[in-house]
């Protein structure tokens, strides 16, 4: 399919009305505004059908990112200076809409958010592969679909429906089939955490025997860069909460430091790397261990997106600032390949039925876990058969 049909196609979700009518319907959590959580209801919204081009999945697990909770937020907005716990406050004000709240445009409210997915393909457009019935796949969320020469991006769960539903519909090419021991809910933890840490390592460069300084080592995207990092040979000085400290090592860092306490006194070697989706105040003290010609990386600010930097320390030790959005085309292929091989062990703090979102994001942002958590959808009362 040209990559103008997919955008077109990808558009008209936003188009679509969540009137279940007297079609065939599917329980989903729909989003319906920016705000609190009574912006997430759990209802009965039409059954997707696929295009030529597209699949559809059934979908067996769908992990919980901070991005979910940023865009019903409107954290993307310009206007919003803090960090995403700048607007958790209880009770939920029921925020409204943020003209550009969005990644890149407005969210396409009512929509189903969900950027991960595991699941199962039960239908394919006409022409599509039938080879891919039956079998069980993870989505790329990241979509290039313009090719990889354009930094242009389509997300899901963000730009169209995504993955929080027992079905979703998605291009086909995006479907990547999986054949790994990792459970549903252990893939279901993979796609964006581990996408997001794996494009970050790579646009660093990230090589064997580097020092590399990863912060918030304790979360989905911080825990996989971890991992990641290891499988690179690097030597890891992971940031966490001191009671974290026992499961982060577990992951596989060298060491652990005691976030509270900063890195004053804790560090005591220069580093080649810094992994940091935190950001915020502690920003400028991350620059400070970078050796000369080192590199910062990053592709969130859960702590707050404006920061200081001296620029003095920038270009007098010729760092390299990098931040990350569009994956790279080896990401996503290279995860799957790393599932498949047993490489991954994907850390999940918990599984919540779909329906108790809420209570599974309240905990999320209570940041007490380590890992994903992941939500589970009821399977349907009958199965899709698996083709005609």
């Not at 209801?41 to 696929?50: C, D, G, L, M, T």
């Not at 620029?311 to 292929?333: H, M, Q, S």
Request: glycine share 14%; net charge negative.
């Amino acid at each position: 399919m040209a990559a103008d049909e997919v955008i077109r196609r990808l558009a008209a979700v936003r188009r679509e009305r969540f009137d279940p009518g007297g079609g065939e319907t599917m329980r989903a959590v729909v989003t319906t505004g920016h705000g609190g959580f009574e912006r997430l209801e759990w209802r009965a919204v039409p059954k997707p059908r696929p295009a030529a081009g597209e699949a559809l999945l059934r979908v067996l697990a769908a992990g919980v990112n901070t991005t979910d909770v940023n865009t019903r937020l409107g954290w993307y907005s310009a206007g919003v200076t803090g960090g995403t716990d700048s607007l958790t406050r209880e009770p939920d004000p029921g925020e409204g809409a943020r003209a550009d709240g969005g990644w890149s445009a407005p969210t396409p409210f009512p929509f189903i958010q969900g950027t991960d997915c595991c699941g199962r393909v039960v239908e394919v457009g006409p022409g599509g592969d039938k080879g891919i019935l039956g079998r069980r796949a993870l989505v790329r969320p990241c979509m290039r679909v313009r090719g990889f020469a354009s930094m242009e991006t389509v997300w899901m769960g963000s730009d169209f429906d995504g993955a929080f539903a027992q079905y979703v519909r998605v291009p086909a090419s995006e479907v990547f089939v999986v054949d790994s021991d990792l459970s549903d809910a252990e893939l279901g933890a993979v796609p964006c955490a581990y996408g997001t840490a794996e494009n970050m390592l790579a646009r660093a460069g990230v090589c064997a025997g580097e020092r590399v300084l990863v912060t918030g080592a304790s979360g989905g995207v911080g825990s996989a860069a971890v991992q990641l990092a290891k499988r690179r040979g690097a030597v890891v000085v992971a940031v966490a909460g001191a009671a974290k400290t026992p499961q982060v090592l577990a992951l596989g860092a060298d060491r652990v430091l005691d976030r509270e306490a900063g890195l004053a006194g804790g560090l005591g070697e220069e580093v080649d790397v810094v992994v940091d989706n935190v950001e915020g105040p502690g920003f400028a003290a991350l620059l400070a261990p970078l050796r000369r010609g080192g590199r910062y990386v990053t592709s969130g600010a859960i702590a707050g997106p404006l920061v200081a930097l001296d620029k003095r320390t920038l270009y007098l030790n010729d760092l390299t600032l990098i931040g990350c959005t569009a994956w790279d085309e080896p990401v996503f292929p290279a995860l799957v390949a790393a599932a498949e091989g047993g490489d991954l062990r994907p850390v999940v703090a918990a599984t919540y039925p779909l329906e108790r979102i809420a209570e599974a994001q309240r905990e999320f942002l209570a940041k007490r876990h380590v890992g994903k958590f992941v939500l589970i959808p009821a399977a349907p009362t009958a199965e899709e058969p698996l083709g005609e």
